[in-house]
């Protein structure tokens, strides 16, 4: 069974810094690209970040851009997002996910596996 499994997040106060995890099992997903979203209350779930196959690409949502770092250990299968300087906006429960081709996308729909999510609360 596939699970991929989010930690890390919590209640920060605005200017804060958060590191979120994503580690799964049930299979490696080395060589596929992961990403992370987020979904507030009312909206739509919102791209945030991802990160190719290989870890040589990246690429950032407009909201989180020069504020957050995505990366990846292979070895422990696992997806990482750092996130400074958090604003009240960044509240919203934080999904990973993990496509079945080595490129990035941005889209909800190009990603097969899912997280349950980790809340994510800044306070202002």
């Known amino acids: 069974q596939v699970q991929l499994v989010e930690s890390g997040g919590g209640l920060v106060q605005a200017g804060g810094s958060l590191r979120l995890s994503c580690t799964a099992s049930?299979?490696?997903?080395?060589?596929?690209?992961m990403g992370w979203f987020r979904q507030a209350p009312g909206k739509e779930r919102e791209f945030v970040t991802a990160?190719?196959?290989?870890?040589?690409?990246?690429y950032y949502g407009d909201s989180v851009k020069g504020r957050s770092t995505i990366s990846r250990d292979n070895a422990k299968n696992t997806m990482y997002l750092q996130m400074n300087s958090l604003k009240p906006e960044d509240t919203a429960v934080y999904y990973c996910?993990?496509?079945?081709?080595?490129?990035?996308?941005?889209?909800?729909?190009?990603?097969?596996?899912w997280g349950q999510g980790t809340q994510v609360t800044v306070s202002s």
């Open positions: 996910a993990a496509r079945d081709r080595p490129s990035i996308d941005t889209r909800v729909n190009a990603y097969v596996y």
């Open positions: 990160i190719n196959g290989d870890g040589g690409n990246t």
């Open positions: 049930g299979r490696t997903f080395v060589g596929y690209a």
